[in-house]
């Protein structure tokens, strides 16, 4: 019997009449595992593009104590969004690991979307695994699913209401949450002529990458793979890919 491999998605090419977009994960180098060659080729587009670390991943090098782990893994990540043209980096200082979903989380993002008042609010995957067996972290599910409600609760003056002073307005201008790699894509954005930025932008997270000890891993070849498969879908050579929550009633 002849076995039919499956076939691979095909994607709809993401919109890009934006101008300004907020990518909020979890941790440092989130972005940069598919997504950081988008935001080069949007940043090379002139539009505004800020990241916001919800923690500074400091629980992430098993052999360095979370107090050295800290600046260590923020000036990475200054340095890799540097790569792809963003300026605007924040960290919001909460602890690495162990983030809970709920009305705090949705709070202090909520503050951060009021102040930046983007057109699309991005994250990474936030279902429960990468596809397969693949468990997804805590902290990622936590991100995403806060993102997804603090994008509704900015618009809304009403909620969190003690952050509307010194000028600060409810902002309910996010047309759309973006995750970056999820299982459940439906979009795609071709990163052909932004690749190299894109390895680029991983490469700078060398503290981080050996602390993993992954023997022999090689980052370009990681993102080749990763992104070849969305580009299949787009057809091009390299594509990042999306999942799409529009916000507002159709």
């Given amino acids: 019997m002849s076995h ?5 998605p095909t994607f709809e090419a993401l919109p890009e009449d934006w101008q300004t977009a907020l990518f909020v994960v979890a941790h440092p180098d989130d972005i940069e595992y598919g997504a950081a060659a988008a935001v080069a080729r949007w940043t090379g587009q002139g539009k505004r593009i800020v990241y916001c670390m919800v923690t500074s991943g400091e629980a992430g090098i098993d052999g360095l104590h979370p107090d050295e782990c800290a600046p ?23 602890p690495d690991g162990i983030l809970e979903y709920g009305v705090a989380l949705r709070r202090v993002i909520t503050e951060v979307v009021r102040r930046h008042r983007p057109d699309i609010a991005m994250t990474i995957n936030f279902r429960e695994t990468f596809g397969g067996t693949n468990l997804n ?28 002073t010194d000028g600060l ?16 894509s439906t979009h795609a954005v071709d990163v052909t002529d932004t690749f190299a930025a894109g390895v680029a932008s991983l490469k700078e997270h060398k503290a981080y990458i050996d602390g993993l000890g992954w023997e022999g891993w090689d980052p370009e070849e990681f993102l080749d793979g990763i992104l070849r498969v969305g ?20």
């Fill in 137 to 164: 972290q805590a902290d990622h599910i936590a991100v995403g699913k806060a993102l997804l409600d603090a994008v509704r609760d900015a618009g809304n003056r009403w909620i969190f209401p003690e952050q509307l």
């Fill in 231 to 250: 580009g299949q879908g787009l057809g091009v050579t390299h594509a990042s890919t999306f999942e799409v929550f529009p916000l507002g009633w159709g």
């Fill in 72 to 94: 260590l893994r923020e000036a990475e990540e200054i340095a890799s969004a540097r790569t792809v043209g963003v300026d605007e980096v924040e960290f919001l200082h909460l």
């Fill in 169 to 184: 307005e409810p902002w309910g201008g996010v047309r759309a949450v973006w995750a970056g790699g999820s299982p459940q």
């Fill in 4 to 8: 039919t491999s499956p076939t691979p």
